[in-house]
């Protein structure tokens, strides 16, 4: 192995619920150290320099100790999680596809959040070791949490001589189902423990419309332009409260494309993400209360994924797999300082 290679180490992370051991992944490379959990697929640290070259932990989570017993306890914030079978919200935990309806498990009031109750950020993945980083693979049985098909699963999360880390998805299905991927780590680029990102922060999208919803977070149709009003990020601005939105991104849809910049200037730490998915959903964890060890606004998520219920949306772009066709899913976190 040369100096360039992404080192890659495996140790025990405690056991699910159910009694199946986890393993907690480390990988370094460019000056980038990741920990990740085969539980949740959770994100557990990500540590960068500073612009003097001090290396800390960029995201929130329960501490380098705790393993999947202490996440499978903390349930409702999916710190670092890989979420799915789809990500977001699906109104009234049901859609119809090809002429059936399906009732799907409701673990949001009366919608389905994030796959449902037991969703992939609860479930044990297999891992191997692959070029650059690691794979995380399951199957997920038809009618897992009401959702139709046999899926297979993987998400391969790697890091490049930059120090960048990408995380790319594919998924196969037996029958029809929709299905959106994607990572939920909340950031905090002064440090886990520092205080906000809110107030503090500057943040910019490359979205200039963004999907408009109800008091349940649910899309009420279409999308609206940004300018003029509180969720216009074209522009580096200071991160505020209040946001829970999935924002329409621009650019081609052929590649990796902007989704945004998260900018810290005490530290000098810049956080740049680009995908292949056509939107991201900001949230500012505003709800955030013991007795989880942080505070409202502590992390922001910004999740790259489909939009939110577009299963029930037909004018939002399609979120359907069907047999013979490959889902593929690409992020993109580079890091850097100013």
Same mark, same amino acid.
């Given at each position: 192995?040369?100096?360039?290679?992404?080192?890659?180490?495996?140790? %025990?992370?405690?056991?699910?619920?159910?009694?199946?051991?986890?393993?907690?992944?480390?990988?370094?490379? +460019?000056?980038?150290?990741?920990?990740?959990?085969?539980?949740?697929?959770?994100?557990?640290?990500?540590?960068?320099?500073?612009?003097?070259?001090?290396?800390?932990?960029?995201?929130?989570?329960?501490?380098? *100790?705790?393993?999947?017993?202490?996440? *499978?306890?903390?349930?409702?914030?999916?710190?670092? !999680?890989?979420?799915?079978?789809?990500? #977001?919200?699906?109104?009234?935990?049901?859609?119809?596809?090809?002429?059936?309806?399906?009732?799907?498990?409701?673990?949001?009031?009366?919608?389905?959040?994030?796959?449902?109750?037991?969703?992939?950020?609860?479930?044990?993945?297999?891992?191997?070791?692959?070029?650059?980083?690691?794979?995380?693979?399951?199957?997920?049985?038809?009618?897992?949490?009401?959702?139709? +098909?046999?899926? %297979?699963?993987?998400?391969?999360?790697? @890091?490049?001589?930059?120090?960048?880390? %990408?995380?790319?998805?594919? !998924?196969?299905?037996?029958?029809?189902?929709?299905?959106?991927?994607?990572?939920?780590?909340?950031? #905090?680029?002064? +440090?886990?423990?520092? +205080?906000?990102?809110?107030?503090?922060?500057?943040?910019?999208?490359? !979205?200039?419309?963004?999907?408009?919803?109800?008091?349940?977070?649910?899309?009420?149709?279409?999308?609206?332009?940004?300018?003029?009003?509180?969720?216009?990020?074209?522009?580096?601005?200071?991160?505020?409260?209040?946001?829970?939105?999935?924002?329409?991104?621009?650019?081609?849809?052929?590649?990796?494309?902007?989704?945004?910049?998260?900018? %810290?200037?005490?530290?000098?730490?810049? @956080?740049?993400?680009?995908?292949?998915?056509?939107?991201?959903?900001?949230?500012?964890?505003?709800?955030?209360?013991?007795? @989880?060890?942080?505070?409202?606004?502590?992390?922001?998520?910004?999740?790259?994924?489909?939009?939110?219920?577009?299963?029930?949306?037909?004018?939002?772009?399609?979120?359907? @797999?069907?047999?013979?066709?490959?889902?593929?899913?690409?992020?993109?976190?580079?890091?850097?300082?100013?």
């Amino acid at each position: 192995m040369t100096s360039v290679d992404t080192t890659v180490g495996r140790e %025990a992370a405690g056991t699910a619920p159910g009694g199946r051991p986890a393993e907690r992944w480390t990988l370094e490379r +460019g000056g980038t150290r990741v920990r990740l959990l085969t539980y949740g697929g959770i994100v557990q640290s990500v540590e960068v320099p500073d612009r003097s070259g001090a290396r800390g932990d960029v995201v929130l989570g329960l501490g380098s *100790a705790a393993g999947a017993t202490e996440y *499978a306890a903390c349930r409702g914030p999916y710190l670092g !999680a890989l979420v799915g079978r789809y990500a #977001n919200r699906i109104a009234g935990a049901s859609f119809t596809l090809d002429g059936t309806a399906y009732a799907l498990v409701p673990n949001e009031g009366p919608n389905c959040l994030h796959g449902g109750a037991e969703g992939f950020d609860r479930r044990v993945w297999r891992a191997e070791r692959v070029p650059g980083g690691v794979r995380l693979t399951r199957v997920s049985p038809a009618g897992e949490q009401g959702f139709p +098909g046999r899926l %297979a699963v993987s998400a391969t999360y790697t @890091l490049d001589a930059a120090g960048a880390l %990408a995380i790319a998805y594919e !998924a196969a299905a037996d029958a029809p189902t929709p299905v959106s991927l994607t990572n939920h780590t909340y950031w #905090n680029l002064d +440090g886990a423990a520092s +205080g906000p990102v809110v107030g503090t922060h500057e943040l910019r999208l490359g !979205a200039s419309r963004m999907t408009p919803v109800d008091a349940a977070g649910i899309p009420t149709g279409g999308t609206v332009p940004v300018a003029g009003t509180r969720h216009d990020f074209r522009t580096a601005r200071v991160l505020d409260a209040g946001h829970d939105h999935n924002f329409a991104l621009d650019g081609a849809a052929d590649g990796e494309r902007f989704a945004a910049e998260l900018y %810290a200037p005490a530290s000098g730490r810049v @956080l740049t993400i680009r995908t292949t998915e056509p939107g991201v959903q900001l949230f500012t964890a505003d709800s955030f209360a013991p007795p @989880l060890p942080f505070g409202p606004g502590a992390g922001v998520a910004l999740e790259t994924q489909a939009f939110p219920d577009a299963p029930n949306r037909p004018e939002f772009p399609p979120a359907v @797999l069907r047999p013979g066709e490959r889902y593929t899913s690409r992020t993109t976190y580079a890091f850097s300082v100013r």
